[in-house]
């Protein structure tokens, strides 16, 4: 009796609301009823029916009960067998007791020893109810454990051999794990799951009693718009004094504290000038002007930033400068061209900002100027739009010098610079050597320009009577005039381009004189 004293104690005793009076044992923390449940209703005062048909009870899915083998007289022995769906109301037991869970089960044989010597200590004593051999049974600790059988589909069974009980842990739907004993084991045997169908006995435990402890918390919140808490209001502003009360697991009071931060959503304006495109932060690349793209953000506050673009597009342009230069040509890029191209590129900026792409197209004009002789006759090889002759020796313009041929009057060394397409083109020194006056006036015939493009001009220095025969590069005779003059002029538009020779027959001498037809 010492023992059972230092491992249990008994209880007041609880009546169920069909004034069914239990003692009740409490084993370490636990207090259980010291016998089976023999309730028929629900402790809310619902009726639970007792269905005595075997096959209605197989075929029931709702809380149901019976006693062993439909006989009453086994209710105040082992109390009644409920099935699975009586249990799952968590109304079977009297308030403030339940089903035990799995845990609970566990608990109280961990508390006497573990499974291999528990059901001993749990089992009444004897065989006036457990079949022979009641192997280990002590009762130890006023459990008074019963074998109550159980009810299956199909059946009563094991009255007297086997005790079956009810936990209200599910591991499956639709059913539950269970604890057994035996007759003939001291030991518990190990926990099954049973299909609701079955009916099996019920022990109740107490519901563990936790002192009330009031409880406080902060309720943190941030939000970008009104926000509307438990108490039923509407907050537009942070707040942190708001306070409401509600109850915690423990049944006490709960005093919660809004802190709430109320965050202002945003919006902007990118302004953007870029050239030609512009790729946003949505991704999206533009090439016109716009002001209807908006992207989302989220702001410092965590609430959303609207951002909107306003983009100017600004164009890039480009350009060909196209120059035609004497000689040489120094551009832009610095530097300096002698042949014509249209490759060179350089990079401006524009009015707009953006970059202004020009390409040359430069044309190098270049021409050599060069003199013949001819007697004391000096022409320019070269035909030009104007003439200047220069003596070398003293490097000053002859006055009058101006024409494509010129004709010294004293030995020297002479040079033209002559106007050929926009440039001016200086010829290299030619000698002329003059023996007497005689020399100068001879009558050597002057023949310019040479090429030439329309007309020919022969010019001598007295009247005299002269044929004048022009023929092609093989011999054929093309033009030939009779003149008695001291100059003519030969239209030669009509003949084709290529060399020429000019024959001057004078009375006892005869001249020949090539010449280049330049014409197109």
């Known amino acids: 009796m010492a023992f059972f ?3 249990a104690s008994l209880g007041q005793g609880i009546t169920d609301i069909d004034n069914n009076f239990y003692d009740t044992i409490r084993i370490g923390t636990q207090t259980w009823f010291a016998r089976n449940l023999q309730a028929i209703r629900l402790n809310d005062g619902t009726p639970i029916p007792n269905v005595t048909a075997q096959a209605n009870w197989a075929a029931q899915t ?11 007289a086994n209710r105040d022995i082992y109390g009644a067998l409920y099935n699975g769906f009586a249990v799952k109301t968590g109304k ?11 845990d609970d089960w566990s608990d109280l044989v961990l508390f006497l020893g573990g499974p291999t010597v528990a059901a001993g200590k749990l089992k009444a004593t004897g065989t006036a109810n457990w079949q022979s051999p009641n192997v280990g049974a002590t009762n130890q600790v006023g459990f008074s454990a019963l074998p109550g059988g159980y009810r299956p589909s199909d059946n009563f069974f094991a009255v007297g051999v086997f005790g079956f009980w009810w936990s209200s842990t599910e591991y499956e739907t639709g059913r539950a794990w269970t604890q057994t004993m035996r007759h003939d084991e001291p030991g518990m045997m190990a926990p099954a799951g049973l299909d609701f169908g079955n009916g099996l006995s019920v022990r109740c435990i107490k519901d563990l009693s936790i002192p009330c402890v009031p409880s406080e918390g902060t309720h943190v919140v941030s939000s970008c718009s009104p926000y509307v808490w438990i108490d039923g209001n509407t907050y537009t502003t942070s707040n942190n004094t708001a306070t409401f009360k509600l109850t915690n697991k ?3 009071d709960s005093l919660v504290r809004l802190s709430l931060t109320i965050g202002e959503s945003t919006s902007a304006t990118q302004v953007v000038s870029a050239c030609d495109s512009y790729t946003w932060i949505d991704g999206n690349t533009y ?7 908006v992207f989302k953000l989220v702001n410092k506050a965590g609430c959303d930033s609207l951002v909107r673009l306003n983009l100017a597009i600004r164009v890039s342009t480009s350009a060909t400068q196209v120059v035609s230069a004497c000689d040489s040509y120094t551009w832009i890029d610095g530097n300096t061209y002698t042949a014509s191209t249209n490759t060179s590129t350089f990079k401006l900026v524009n009015k707009a900002g953006c970059d202004s792409l020009i390409r040359l197209n430069l044309t190098i004009k270049s021409a050599l100027a060069t003199v013949t002789s001819s007697g004391t006759f000096l022409v320019s090889e070269l035909v030009g739009s104007s003439y200047q002759w220069f003596d070398c020796a003293t490097n000053n313009s002859i006055g009058g010098a101006t024409s494509q041929s010129f004709q010294p009057t004293m030995s020297g060394t002479y040079r033209v610079e002559v106007m050929h397409d926009g440039c001016k083109r200086v010829s290299s020194c030619a000698a002329v050597v003059i023996t007497d006056l005689a020399d100068a006036e001879s009558d050597k015939p002057r023949v310019y320009p040479n090429p030439v493009r329309d007309f020919l001009y022969v ?4 009247a005299q009577s002269r044929t ?3 023929y092609d590069a093989v011999g054929a005779e093309l033009v030939s005039l009779e003149v008695a003059g001291k100059s003519q002029a030969i239209d030669v538009r009509h003949l084709p381009r290529g060399l020429f020779v000019l024959k001057i027959q004078t009375q006892g001498k005869t001249d020949f004189v090539r010449f280049i037809n330049s014409r197109n």
């Not at 709702?62 to 009453?72: D, G, R």
């Not at 010019?459 to 007295?462: K, N």
């Open 92 to 102: 079977l037991c009297p308030t403030g007791w339940h089903v035990p869970t799995e």
């Open 62 to 72: 709702s809380p149901a009960f019976c006693w062993y083998n439909n006989e009453t």
């Open 459 to 462: 010019e001598f220095d007295r």
């Open 468 to 470: 004048l025969t022009i």
């Open 287 to 293: 090439t016109t002007s716009t002001t209807s793209p």
């Open 250 to 252: 423990a049944g006490c």
């Open 5 to 7: 004293m230092a491992m």
